[in-house]
C-alpha cells in the first residue's frame, strides 16, 4: 500500500500508513464509518480477489481507525512491464464474485466529492470546476450490479506469494462494475495512457467474462465514468499540467 498524501479539510492526511515488518499498518481517513469499514473488511477476507487483513475488527486510534494487512509487493514503475493484462482479468474476476449479502455502495462518488472541494483558487481549479459542471457519478438504469473496487488504478496491486491481489477496500461497494475500468478509459481517452496499454487491458478484462462493457464499442458505457475519474484525478493533482489540459479538452 501507498501513502495517501491527499488531506481532509482540516489538512489531516486522508490515510495513513507504517510498516512493521511483513505487517502494514493502515489508519483510514478521519470520518471513516467503522461499520461500514467492518464489512468491507468482512468481505475481503472472503474474497479470492481482494487482500485479507489481518484482522477483522478495526482499532480505534483517536478519532481513527486501524486495520491490518500483511505486506505485499506493489507493482513496479516500469512502463514496459505493467501487469495490464492480469489487473483487467483480476477486476474481472471481482465483478464475478457474489456479493454475499453485501449491498454497501461504493465509495467512488464520496471521493469525487472530497476532490473538488479541496480545490483551492485559480484559473486551473477554475478550469477543472468547469469540466466537473454537469458531470454525474449516478449509475445509468439497466446497468449490471457487482462488486466494486472503487479505486482502481495500478496502484491498487498488490502481488502475495505471486499472486496479484487488489488491495485498499476503503471504497469497496456493490455498484455498476464499469466504474472500475473508468480511470484507465479516461487517461487512455485524454492521451496519458498508451493504445497498447489501454487494449491489453480491455482485452484481459472480457477474455475473463468481466462484465462491465458489451461485445463492441465499450466507449458508451465508459465515457461518463472515465470523464468523472479524470476530472477527479486533476482536482486530487491541480499541478498536474497534463491532467488540467485534458479538462480544458473536456469543454
Not at 12 to 40: C, M, N, W, Y
Not at 177 to 186: E, I, T, V, Y
Request: proline share 10%; hydrophobic share 45%; charged share 25%.
Amino acid at each position: 500500500m501507498e501513502p495517501d498524501q491527499r488531506r481532509d479539510a482540516t489538512g489531516r492526511a486522508e490515510a495513513l500508513i507504517s510498516f512493521d515488518g511483513d505487517v502494514v499498518a493502515k489508519l483510514h481517513r478521519p470520518g471513516t464509518d467503522p461499520q461500514a469499514l467492518r464489512q468491507r473488511l468482512r468481505v475481503a477476507a472472503r474474497s479470492d480477489c481482494l487482500l485479507s487483513p489481518l484482522n477483522l475488527e478495526p482499532e480505534p486510534v483517536g478519532d481513527r481507525w486501524r486495520t491490518c494487512w500483511p505486506r505485499v509487493e506493489v507493482v513496479a514503475p516500469d512502463p514496459d512491464a505493467l501487469p495490464w493484462v492480469e489487473a483487467g482479468a483480476l477486476l474481472a474476476r471481482l465483478h464475478r464474485e457474489p456479493t454475499g449479502g453485501f449491498a454497501l455502495p461504493p465509495g467512488g462518488p464520496d471521493r469525487f466529492a472530497r476532490a473538488l472541494a479541496r480545490l483551492g483558487q485559480g484559473p486551473d481549479a477554475d478550469m477543472i470546476r468547469r469540466a466537473a459542471a454537469g458531470l454525474t457519478t449516478a449509475p445509468a438504469a439497466g446497468r449490471p450490479v457487482t462488486l466494486v473496487h472503487g479505486d482502481f488504478h495500478l496502484g491498487q496491486l498488490g502481488r502475495l506469494d505471486g499472486v496479484f491481489v487488489l488491495i485498499d477496500v476503503d471504497d469497496l461497494g456493490v455498484g455498476d462494475p464499469a466504474a472500475d475500468l473508468a480511470r484507465p478509459a479516461g487517461f487512455w481517452a485524454a492521451g496519458l495512457l498508451p493504445d497498447t496499454d489501454w487494449h491489453e487491458f480491455l482485452d484481459g478484462y472480457r477474455k475473463a467474462g468481466g462484465a462491465a462493457v458489451p461485445a463492441g464499442d465499450p466507449w458508451p458505457v465508459l465515457e461518463p465514468l472515465a470523464r468523472v475519474a479524470v476530472v477527479a484525478a486533476a482536482a486530487n493533482h491541480p499541478d498536474d499540467d497534463l491532467l488540467v489540459a485534458a479538462c480544458a479538452r473536456m469543454r
